[in-house]
């Protein structure tokens, strides 16, 4: 997977073709880790997280074999970093396992969307970033899809045909997402993508293994299965992530993000029997044209920056 092997470096088609496969595989890999945890049964949120955690290092490290080595998922210049970004990402992971157990996969998923935008919002608050009108109107769109997923859960107060609670849960699933998003832009400059990952990956299992003192059950060998899988998908889906960046730029992979909706929508029916909401479905699109919107409007941004300097 190293952008320096087989010769794909060399070849800007080929290296695109790499990174939109390995986006897209990374949204079939969650997809299906939800699903695992979902086929798992009645298994406290705690023992989850700890099998996700602790599972999803196998990938890591085998991948390290073929990147930077196996020293590469320890070696870091700012622990304390990395115990921020893996705090907001394990609250995050509880919230939207949370939900899981609440919701129908797809309508976890089309939340788990509203993150760019809560991004945008974190990054001129915390980075100072500039967001101009076309991105602050964007946002607004955005949210109005937000409130037309929300309104079948009764969140604002109406009708409920779903869980307000499991609704909540992912809004904020996506929120403590957002800040992931904005941490690992602060750490990136001096942090491996391996040791981001790996760090996040032992909080994780630390985590979960601490609520299990409190609150665990026996489990027998059908949920052992599923949590393992969960774990590993975990894990691979991690890896397929960190790497796609390497062969194609983020704005560019953007779009294939919401791929992930087309696997919700076909695993929850064909294995669950779960037919989403309309209204959440049609709130997931107004949100991710609003997200989509976001991310041209920053590439074209990003151009007509680099344009500018060029001729300085």
């Known amino acids: 997977m190293c952008g320096s092997s087989g010769g794909v470096g060399s070849n800007p088609v080929r290296q695109s073709s790499l990174g939109i496969a390995l986006k897209i595989a990374a949204t079939l890999a969650f997809s299906l880790m939800y699903?695992?945890?979902?086929?798992?049964?009645?298994?406290?949120?705690?023992?989850v997280i700890f099998f996700r955690g602790l599972f999803a290092i196998a990938p890591l490290f085998v991948v390290s074999f073929y990147t930077h080595g196996p020293r590469s998922l320890i070696r870091t210049a700012h622990p304390w970093l990395h115990l921020r970004r893996?705090?907001?990402?394990?609250?995050?992971?509880?919230?939207?396992?949370?939900?899981?157990?609440?919701?129908?996969?797809?309508?976890?998923?089309?939340?788990?969307?509203?993150?760019?935008?809560?991004?945008?919002?974190?990054?001129?608050?915390?980075?100072?970033?500039?967001?101009?009108?076309?991105?602050?109107?964007?946002?607004?769109?955005?949210?109005?899809?937000?409130?037309?997923?929300?309104?079948?859960?009764?969140?604002?107060?109406?009708?409920?045909?779903?869980?307000?609670?499991?609704?909540?849960?992912?809004?904020?699933?996506?929120?403590?997402?957002?800040f992931v998003v904005v941490f690992i832009r602060q750490m990136s400059a001096t942090e491996t993508s391996e040791a981001i990952v790996f760090?996040?990956?032992?909080?994780?299992?630390?985590?979960?293994?601490?609520?299990?003192?409190w609150d665990f059950v026996p489990l027998n060998l059908m949920q052992i299965t599923w949590?393992?899988?969960?774990?590993?998908?975990?894990g691979v889906g991690q890896v397929c992530m960190t790497y796609c960046y390497r062969y194609a730029e983020p704005s560019f992979l953007a779009p294939f993000d919401y791929a992930a909706m087309i696997w919700a929508v076909a695993l929850g029916y064909f294995i669950f029997?779960?037919?989403?909401?309309?209204?959440?479905?049609?709130?997931?699109?107004?949100?991710?044209?609003?997200?989509?919107?976001?991310v041209w409007r920053e590439r074209?941004?990003?151009?007509?920056?680099?344009?500018?300097?060029s001729l300085l």
Not at 35 to 47: D, N, R
Not at 201 to 213: D, R
């Open 199 to 213: 760090y996040f990956m032992v909080i994780c299992a630390v985590a979960g293994a601490v609520t299990m003192i």
């Open 86 to 178: 893996s705090l907001a990402g394990t609250t995050g992971m509880f919230l939207n396992f949370a939900a899981l157990m609440r919701l129908p996969l797809a309508d976890v998923t089309a939340f788990s969307f509203v993150a760019p935008i809560f991004a945008t919002i974190l990054a001129a608050l915390l980075l100072n970033e500039k967001v101009g009108a076309h991105r602050a109107m964007a946002v607004v769109i955005g949210f109005a899809g937000v409130l037309m997923m929300v309104e079948p859960h009764g969140v604002l107060g109406g009708f409920a045909t779903g869980s307000p609670l499991g609704a909540t849960m992912a809004l904020s699933a996506a929120l403590f997402s957002a």
């Open 273 to 294: 029997a779960e037919i989403p909401e309309s209204m959440v479905l049609s709130g997931a699109v107004v949100v991710i044209v609003s997200s989509l919107y976001i």
């Open 227 to 234: 949590l393992v899988a969960c774990g590993i998908l975990g």
């Open 300 to 309: 074209r941004l990003h151009r007509a920056y680099i344009a500018e300097a």
């Open 35 to 47: 699903v695992a945890i979902k086929l798992a049964g009645a298994v406290p949120l705690g023992e």
